[in-house]
């Protein structure tokens, strides 16, 4: 069997034609259904839906042996126990830092200004703010960090930015990249050798039918 770890929503709807390239069909569409493993047309193959930031953590301990996941995501977890052999090249957007339209954070900056900075990317914005000198206290947050900054939790959050819309409809203006994001696909390295003949063809077929 070949367990394939995948999130709802636009992970799910992007690698979907990848999956259909290998031959690989589901009848039940994540978003219609509560099941969380879902059966395909090859009786050796299943899906199972997860949390975005919990893929990673199921392709490690081989409870999948393959997943989809954000750079976004394998860089907080740190991506151990997972080869990562393609960039799949889907769910493309960028990580922003973010600060209120009134703001000005380049001679808040230049000041040496310790700056709050809210974020579910803690190691990415640490990492962005000390290459930078900049002395920044974290907060974590899981979700909706466009409000931290309309209500005075932080100066600034970092987070995925896309078409930029959320940003404009909350009065935020994003004022620094940290890097470009697409999705990556992770296998757990255990399974690549033990199950090498069923995982490595799929694998050539992504590589193949990935978009450039
Ligand atoms: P959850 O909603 O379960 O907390 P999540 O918000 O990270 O998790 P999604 O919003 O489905 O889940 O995002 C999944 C992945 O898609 C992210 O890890 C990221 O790599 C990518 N992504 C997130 N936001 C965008 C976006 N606006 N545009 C394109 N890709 C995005
Ligand atoms: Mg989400």
Do not use: W
Request: charged share 25%; glycine share 6%.
């Amino acid at each position: 069997m070949i367990t394939i770890a995948l999130s709802k929503g636009r992970i799910f709807e992007e690698t979907l034609p990848l999956l259909n390239a290998a031959g690989i069909t589901t009848p039940e569409a994540p978003e219609f259904s509560r099941k969380l493993i879902l059966p395909t047309n090859r009786a050796d193959v299943r899906l199972i839906i997860v949390r975005a930031s919990d893929v990673p953590t199921y392709v490690q301990y081989g409870a999948a042996d393959i997943g989809v996941a954000g750079k976004d995501v394998l860089n907080e977890h740190g991506g151990i126990g997972l080869y990562q052999p393609l960039d799949l090249n889907i769910a493309r957007c960028r990580m922003m830092v973010a600060v209120r339209d009134d703001f000005d954070y380049e001679s808040a900056v230049r000041q040496g200004a310790r700056l709050r900075v809210a974020t579910k990317y803690v190691q990415a914005a640490r990492d962005h703010f000390a290459a930078k000198g900049v002395h920044v206290d974290l907060i974590k947050l899981y979700g909706s960090m466009e409000l931290a900054p309309l209500v005075g939790l932080s100066d600034a959050i970092v987070d995925l930015v896309s078409s930029g819309n959320t940003l404009k409809a909350n009065h935020l203006k994003a004022v620094e990249e940290i890097s470009a994001i697409s999705s990556r696909l992770v296998v757990n390295q255990a399974a690549l050798k033990l199950k090498h003949d069923a995982i490595q063809p799929m694998l050539d077929v992504f590589a193949l039918a990935i978009r450039k």
